[in-house]
């Protein structure tokens, strides 16, 4: 049984940082291309970031490009979003995914198998 688990989120000020991680169990994770999606209540949920099996291709979402870094260490089968300068346009839900691409990141929702079940960030003015 595949698990996500995410953790780090929290209530920050306006330009504080935060590291998002997703804890995967239940798979192989170097088998799984990863990605980061979020969703603001009424909202669809949104691609954030995504990385490729070996953390060679990365893809950002243009409102958080500059901002956050995806990371992954497949020995610890951990996922990472280091969020910076974090602005009130932030805040949401964010969700860890999980599909069986053998290359490449694909950003719809979708497409991806699995998920976590959701991390409330909230970024105050």
């Known amino acids: 049984q595949v698990q996500l688990v995410e953790s780090g989120g929290g209530l920050v000020q306006a330009g504080d940082s935060l590291r998002l991680s997703c804890a995967a169990s239940g798979v192989t994770f170097s088998s799984c291309a990863m990605a980061w999606f979020r969703q603001v209540l009424g909202k669809e949920r949104e691609f954030v970031s995504g990385?490729?099996?070996?953390?060679?291709?990365?893809r950002y979402a243009d409102s958080v490009k500059g901002r956050f870094t995806i990371s992954r260490d497949n020995a610890k089968n951990t996922m990472y979003l280091q969020m910076n300068n974090l602005e009130p346009e932030d805040t949401a839900v964010y969700y860890c995914?999980?599909?069986?691409?053998?290359?490449?990141?694909?950003?719809?929702?979708?497409?991806?198998?699995?998920w976590g079940q959701g991390i409330q960030v909230t970024v105050s003015s």
């Open positions: 990385i490729s099996r070996t953390g060679g291709i990365t």
């Open positions: 995914a999980a599909n069986f691409l053998p290359v490449g990141v694909r950003d719809l929702a979708h497409q991806y198998d699995f």
